[in-house]
């Protein structure tokens, strides 16, 4: 049969994944007659390209929807795609900058009309990557965050929770990210631990009654802080009521530095007395604690800065400086004034955005929250009960306490590109309402105030229901990406309608993701499915690792150590990149990846091809289509044949079992064994005896055919190719359409592995033996071998012309009497001894010379090693990665004089 002598990726990849998608293959319709199994894709941004996180996690998903597909399971995989509100604002900013314009004097419709312009030029980049890598996803379901079905999930939804009292507006602390101007969750503004420095500045005490102050008592009290910009926002200083060392401060007030304001001293628990002075300075619109204590003690809050993070008019003179610039010029004023005492390193955890990594600023201001703990306990009861389960278990645990304090979600973002919320606002009722005090600008999250003049709905009321006026104006403000991301697994089924895709493919059955989205994600999906599905949205939670680079650094552009996937696919393939980072990712474990590393998936392809090309072009046509025997032990069957298919059936077990405890490296590891070392290595050699012959010929068909199969999950695309090429039993147009091999047990024989295990060992230390004794390779020898047991003897006998063939043995003696020979090379296999004549095969006298030299020279090695390390200076000094190498090469040089020195006696 017609097979290239090479195998080429490229054509192939192309031609088979063109076939497939014309063929409807990865195409799912609700089906009564057949179980469903559905992924939902994570969906990446609109904005991203590859990079191997994807790979990693779109491969693994695809070989559970390949593996499940041929077991028969009508399978969905949902693919979709991510608005991603900021990162992709930012990137369409950025090219409107280069062009010469801005968004600002666009205005909102027409910068708007640009991103959805851009999303249609790139945002289908990664798609077509992810074709490229082998993906089979249902592809004219693709769904988009932003789609017409989807927005009105994210209105159903806003206009839900807030009628249940679960959406509320309000000034609390956020994280605000002053280069992308909007506020960000709590998981948004990820936390990093950085060299900071810690200030410590005096405060004058104002005291009323002089008469309480004692001699000791300083006319100041030293406040410790990091950010000493904030002081010009500080309402109060707080000490803790138990801290002895300030109860002179009762009834006295301080005086804010550089401002001269005066603050008054107010007395709390939550102050730490050990952190720095134990003074802490209040300042409630810039920090979270502080916050707290403004609530607590009716504190008016002052905002010292504007949305890009410079300081406002509050700032007195310092207002227009950037809040970094501004912390120098305080300081060098505090220094004049004599009130600077010390500064000192820091080290401390500050959040930062998670797109763009500007350092946030806790920030006073009027948002949009979800209350979360509601919405929490019903997901915390569906992990708790293994209704969901997670992979590896340790991240249950994660979840778990993630869930315990969960804190309510800021879902408004001043940007422009996301889904805009749908709130509307009366002017007319607005202006009604009475002002209200300023102190209520800081509010109890308990007691949240009710809004005048607003109304929540899907679309904008003709006029106010409460007064009839048409003076509506909507929200400026979007929804967090994340909001309409953790609808997704029953948005993109059509809820809120009732469809039968919904009714059939949810809830789904894996997510694979990573990590670092179990709270932005996975935990937000859970909710959202108990709470508008009344069910879990998935069974379980593969959780994989991080991709890194060999040295265990994780892979970023910034750091010029990524890989990009699709230069690996173009000089490898599609199919070495998958088997490549499938077969070295362990459960959960972070990967370490080389450009190396791609050459195992390279390297098994072409085996694969070779072998798959030596069968193709002896296979007889007519006698492959013949009936495979039914059991192991059928003497129609040669050991050989025995021996490969219960090897086989053992694999399909393990196999399958792996990829059900989501062990996908060891299934990988598993199959690459079987093929390379037993398929390839042992078979198929001693399959060259009977080529010819009709076991032979039936047997290789169905072994390799069936592998073919077993590995097409992880490799589809010359899997494919090998199988079209094949004879054909069925009626199956593809690989990917045909059943997934069945396990055969009666196949399984402990008995014929141990007797082809005995073979192969006979075999290798034969092997082993005449490269040790530098034996030509076209020159057969005679072998003598003496077993102990005689069911032994048999099991040898029986084998003996494998061994002939494989080990190049002209004559072979077998018994549990044989005496050894004079001159011969001996291997031990427990209790089986394996002699080799030498004399007439090797020049016994050159060979003893050359020993005896090699010998020499190992014993002035082995007495430099000594030396070496008997110095004390080398052993103390040099680095212990040296030493360890000293070590191994004296005990390998002892391990070979002794190997040399029994050579030989034997000699």
């Not at 314009?101 to 790139?122: A, C, I, P, Q, T």
């Not at 807030?162 to 503004?189: M, V």
């Not at 070495?576 to 050459?599: H, N």
Request: glycine share 4%; aromatic share 10%; charged share 30%.
């Amino acid at each position: 049969m017609d097979i290239p002598s090479k195998y080429n990726p490229k054509e192939t990849e192309e031609k088979w994944y063109k076939f497939w998608e014309e063929n409807g293959f990865f195409h799912a319709e609700v089906n009564s007659e057949k179980k469903p199994y559905t992924i939902v894709i994570p969906p990446p941004n609109i904005t991203g390209i590859l990079h191997m996180g994807h790979a990693l996690n779109n491969t693994i998903q695809d070989i559970y929807i390949r593996f499940k597909r041929m077991q028969g399971y009508e399978t969905l995989w949902m693919p979709g795609t991510d608005h991603a509100g900021i990162a992709t604002q930012n990137v369409v900013e950025k090219k409107l900058r280069a062009e010469g314009k801005d968004k600002e004097s666009m205005g909102r419709e027409k910068f708007l009309d640009e991103v959805w312009k851009w999303k249609e030029d790139y945002g289908s980049t990664i798609i077509t990557q992810l074709k490229n890598l082998g993906c089979s996803c249902d592809w004219p379901r693709t769904r988009f965050t932003m789609d017409d079905g989807l927005s009105e999930a994210v209105r159903e939804v806003f206009v839900k929770l807030y009628e249940k009292g679960l959406i509320y507006r309000g000034n609390y602390i956020i994280n605000w990210c002053p280069r992308c101007k909007t506020a960000l969750s709590d998981e948004e503004a990820q936390h990093r631990d950085v060299d900071g420095v810690l200030y410590y500045i005096k405060y004058p005490i104002v005291t009323k009654d002089e008469g309480r102050r004692t001699k000791d008592d300083k006319d100041h009290v030293v406040v410790a802080t990091t950010r000493p910009e904030t002081m010009l926002g500080d309402v109060a200083v707080c000490v803790n009521p138990r801290d002895k060392r300030y109860k002179h401060l009762k009834e006295s007030s301080v005086i804010l530095p550089v401002l001269n304001r005066e603050l008054k001293v107010i007395f709390d628990s939550k102050v730490d007395p050990k952190f720095g002075t134990g003074v802490l300075k209040v300042t409630p619109a810039h920090d979270p604690v502080d916050f707290e204590l403004g609530v607590t003690h009716g504190l008016e809050p002052v905002n010292i800065m504007n949305d890009d993070a410079t300081i406002n008019e509050a700032g007195d003179r310092f207002k227009g400086m950037d809040r970094f610039e501004a912390r120098e010029a305080i300081i060098d004023e505090l220094k004049e004034r004599d009130l600077f005492v010390k500064s000192e390193p820091h080290r401390h955890a500050v959040g930062h955005c998670y797109r763009c990594h500007t350092m946030v600023e806790p920030r006073l201001s009027k948002q949009w929250f979800v209350k979360m703990k509601p919405l929490s306990k019903p997901a915390l009861q569906a992990v708790k009960k293994g209704r969901i389960k997670f992979y590896p278990k340790r991240w249950t645990k994660v979840y778990i306490n993630w869930m315990e304090n969960i804190r309510d979600w800021c879902i408004s973002r001043q940007i422009w590109w996301g889904h805009r919320i749908p709130v509307y606002y009366c002017k007319a009722c607005i202006q009604k309402s009475q002002i209200p005090n300023p102190k209520s600008q800081i509010n109890s999250k308990s007691q949240i105030p009710k809004e005048e003049g607003t109304v929540v709905s899907k679309v904008k009321p003709e006029k106010c229901p409460a007064c009839g006026s048409t003076e509506l104006e909507q929200d400026n403000d979007v929804l967090d990406t994340w909001f309409s991301s953790w609808l997704w697994p029953f948005s993109t089924m059509g809820w809120p309608e009732k469809t039968k895709e919904l009714d059939y493919f949810y809830p789904t059955d894996v997510l694979v993701t990573a990590q670092e989205i179990i709270f932005f994600w996975v935990a937000r999906m859970i909710m959202a499915g108990m709470e508008f599905m009344n069910d879990i949205p998935f069974r379980d939670v593969y959780i994989h690792g991080t991709v890194r680079d060999d040295t265990g650094t994780k892979m970023s552009k910034s750091l010029g150590n990524i890989i990009d996937p699709i230069d690996v696919i173009n000089q490898f393939g599609s199919d070495a990149l998958r088997f490549s980072i499938i077969s070295i990712t362990a459960q959960g474990q972070d990967v370490f990846l080389s450009p190396q590393k791609f050459e195992i998936g390279r390297n098994f392809a072409n085996k694969l091809w070779n072998a798959s090309r030596f069968v193709l072009m002896n296979l007889k046509e007519d006698m492959v289509k013949r009936d495979l025997c039914q059991t192991a032990s059928d003497p129609a069957l040669s050991l050989a044949d025995r021996w490969i298919l219960s090897r086989f059936y053992q694999m399909l077990d393990i196999f399958s079992k792996n990829l059900a405890s989501y062990r996908i490296n060891d299934a990988a590891n598993k199959i690459y064994e079987f093929i390379w070392h037993e398929f390839c290595d042992w078979y198929l050699e001693m399959a060259k005896l009977t080529i010819e012959e009709a076991h032979t010929q039936i047997t290789i068909y169905k072994v390799l055919e069936k592998s073919l199969r077993v590995l097409h999950p992880i490799m589809p695309f010359i899997t494919e190719d090998i199988w079209q090429r094949l004879p054909k039993e069925h009626g199956d147009k593809s690989i990917m359409a045909s059943s997934w091999p069945h396990a055969q047990k009666a196949f399984i024989s402990k008995k014929i592995d141990a007797d082809m295990q005995l073979v192969i060992q006979i075999i290798q230390a034969i092997r082993n033996l005449r490269a040790t004794w530098r034996i030509e390779y076209n020159k057969d020898v005679d072998v003598f071998i003496k077993a102990g047991k005689k069911g032994v003897v048999s099991s040898i006998e029986k084998c003996s012309t494998y061994v002939k063939k494989l080990a190049r043995v002209s004559n072979i003696s077998i018994s549990d009497t044989v005496k050894k020979p004079s001159h011969a090379a001996l291997a031990v296999i427990e209790d089986i001894e394996i002699f080799i004549p030498l004399e007439g095969v090797i020049d016994l006298e050159k060979e003893k010379k050359r020993l005896s030299d090699k010998l020499d020279g190992l014993l002035s090695e082995l007495k430099a090693a000594e030396a070496k390390l008997k110095n004390k200076n080398f052993v103390s000094k040099a680095p212990e990665e040296v030493v360890k190498k000293a070590r191994e090469r004296k005990e390998s040089i002892s391990t070979e004089v002794v190997s040399l020195r029994k050579n030989l006696k034997l000699l």
